[in-house]
Every structure is written in C-alpha cells, then in structure tokens.
C-alpha cells in the first residue's frame, strides 16, 4: 500500500501550520504503511543560504563537533541544529556542493538526506505519530511538504528506503506502488552519472526526474516522461523549490485524492488524510486521471 | 431517524446496529454523521431501511448490500457497492475506482463522475452515472445494464460477456470484444426505466444513448479455435 500526504499553501498566513497540518495528515495514513514513515518540507530560509539534512546512525558520535568541523574545511560559518538523528546544516547556498564533499570526507558514515536553499527531508524506520514526534515535525513552517509512511515491497526496511527519496537540489520524491523496470532504468542512469544510495525502486523514479531536471527540462516534462519510460505502478508526487507535482500511471490503481482551495492544493491517498483541513468542506475534491500531469508552481 | 456518529460511536458499533436489523424493524430510518472518510461504512445491511451517510465515505461503503436503500451526500472512495445485492445506493459526488464491482442485483447512482473500472465483473446491478466513467470500465462484465450520462473512458467493455452498456458522449476507445450494436426498442424501454429509477430522466432522454455489447467472439467456443483450448 503505502500513504502519501501534500500540501502546497497559496494563502502564506497558514504557512506557521505547514508541519502540524502535514503531520495530522500523514497520521490518518499510519494504517497504509506502519514501517517508516518521512517527510520533507520546504520552507524560505534566508536568502543566499543552503541547506544540508544529514542523518546519521549514530548521532552523538558524528554530530560533535560537526559544524567547527565542516567550517574548517569551507571556510565559512556553519550553523547546525540537530534533531535527533538528523542535523541540519546551514551554508551558504554557494557552498551546499563543496559541503557535500567535505562531509564525506569528515563524516564518511553520514547519509545525506537532502540539498536545498529551502527543502530539509526527515525519515526514520517507524510509526508516523513517532517519527514525527522525534523530528517534533508539527512545529516546522512552510510554503510546502509532502508526508509519506511506507509499506516496503521492492526493498529493506531502513532509514535509507524510507521516502521521501532527494536525487537533486531542492527536490524529493515519494511513491505508491512499485516499479517493474528500475534495475535497467538505475544501469541506464548510472551511465548517464547519477548515483544510488539504495536498492530501492523508488529512488530510481526520483533520480529519473532529477535528471530530466538536469537536462533543462520542465517538472511538467520530466513528469510526462514517467509516463514512457516508467514500467509498473506508481503514484507520485514530487517537490521541488517552488513547485509540487502528481502523476499517476496509466493504470491508476494506486488511490489518489487532491483538494484545492483558494489556500492551498492538498493531496491524499484518501480523502481520509484531507479531513481536518480548514475549509475542506467546500473545496474542490477531485481523483487525479491516470497518465495525467498535474503541477503547481509559484 | 435513528442518528449516528460515526467518529464518536465507531464503526464496528455502526455496522453491527444496522446487521442486528432483520426482517421487519421499526427502525427504518438513519442518518450516519461524521463519517469523514472512513471505510466500509454500512456493509453488508439486510433489511429494507434507508440510510443517509453525511458527508464522504473511504473505501467499500455499501459492499453487499441487499434490501437497503443507502445515500451518501458526499463522495465514495474505492469499491462502493461492491457486489451489491440489491436495493438502491446512490452518491451525491463522485465515485472512485471500480464502483458497484461484481455487483448482483439492485441500482447503484452515481450523480458525479465515477473513475475507473467502474462496474468491472457486474453480474445483473444496474448503475447509472449521471457524469463520465473511467478507463476499464465493465471489464467481463457478465450481465445487469450500465447507463452512463457523460463519456466511458478507454477500453469500455473489455472482454465483455452479456452485460448492456448503455453511453450518451464519447468513447474513447472499446475494449476487445466490445462492439457499438443496435438500438432497439426493448434497450430503449430498458433506457428509459434506468434514467426514472437513476433520478435523470430530467437531464436525458432515451434516444440520446448509443449500446454497446459483446461481438460474442472472444468468450463463446469457436471450432476454428480449438487448438486453442
């Protein structure tokens, strides 16, 4: 099965929300998907700056000292705020490349979870109530996020295969369903210089639309693309700095609900997930056409 | 009216009410509040009472239904009325994916559009769609009438047994097997019936449908094949 939850907020006054109400709605999915749970979220940091989230297994080890350190290697301040086994690391957004490689080299165990001037990705093994709890997610702000709580099929349950899944700047990916094609579409991607943390199907959809993004595409386009070169099931929605996609194959049996409102754009594997939003009574409640791309930019 | 509160009272609570409702009851009238998406909602009910579900319903709301005549005003998730009996279920908004699936007996309206494969395996319900249907839909359908208002999506009717589709607007495509046929007076009576009990006869009229049925190629023994087999 597996849950996906998403809001893209027009009306900036429920900006301050974002995390609570994100975290109520991946909540009411907890019963599509009860081993990891995810989110990402977007949010306008201070301009200039980038972000890195790192995760690490074992935080107290790693995260001493992380932001002395890494300074030392840019050159330029660092400020850290660790959240259990995430840290977040602030650059500015001119360094977030260079930083990456002086993570690996200062923290080689450390897993990069995401890269951004506004994205910050954080996922565990585990219920939704505590995942969200750990990251204390309801607190967070934000123009936009998107929640996922995983039923694993094609691989293990880690941290790592948990979603959101980031192959690029600023974006993120999550999946219902599964892909038949991803080992050949991984080789493919490979050749083409993207890498892999995972085994995982998933990141294979997500590095797929990071590389379209690369090559100059549209995220309209690189989501057409899914489309083509994408064999087996999949609902997905994707984030990207200013921007928030759906795209569902042409089957279509993984569910999907989206709402609209002059406030925000919400998505839901069910119309449970969208309940609690403010005005949802008289939203637009519509499914999603299979093989059909649907995005929202600002 | 017997009023319930789906979130205060629960569903187990809901679902075992309405089955303790044999025969003949007094308690004929109810009206299901907060339901807020919830699944399986007034399945399997076997008495002749009328249900009123405020608001939207998740996954198989009305699956198995016989005798009862169940409203939602709101949208139904997957499954509605799966393998309905009979009786009468009708949804104010939209229906998702395969609405009234294998369903037996009895009327399923939907006022909205529903998705896809809608009425898959119907095996004698009727369903009446006042807006479009999705692709797949009344894949092997076996028998029972469709009546769709709007348009049927792609591959309508694949691999289609003896059921009647029934499509006012486009098709996109007709699945394998499936072959527009002619319109005669019985499927117009069989129309005309189906937009009086499907509360459309204000928004079409019978001579606006095109039918569509088996060609009786794929599923009926063909000697030629029989090497085949």
Redesign the interface.
Known sequence: MCGIVGLFLKDPKLQPQLGAMLTDMLITMTDRGPDSAGIAIYSQGKVGHGKLTVQSATPEVDFKNLDADLKDALGTPVLMLVKSTHAVLEVPAGQLDAARSALAKIRPGMKIMSSGEGIEIYKEVGLPKDVAARFEVAKMHGTHGIGHTRMATESAVTTMGAHPFSTGPDQCLVHNGSLSNHNGVRRELKRLGMTFETENDTEVGAAFVSHKLQQGETLGQALEATLTDLDGFFTFVVGTKDGFGVVRDPIACKPAVMAETDQYVAFGSEYRALVNLPGIESARVWEPEPATVYFWER | MQTFDLEAQGLRALNQALHNLKGQTNETSWEVVNP???HAIAVGVDAPIDITVRG?T??YCAGMNKQATIRVKG?A??GVAENMMSGTVIID??A??YAGATGRGGLLVIKGNA??RCGISMKGIDIVVHGNI??MSCFMAQSGNILVLGDAGDALGDSLYEAHLFVRGSVKSLGTDCIEKEMRPEHLAIIADLLKRGEADHLAKPSDFKRYGSARKLYTFNIDNASSY
């Open positions: 807020k998406g919830s939207s998740g996954y949208s998730g997957p908004g939209d998702s994916q998705s896809s999705g692709h």
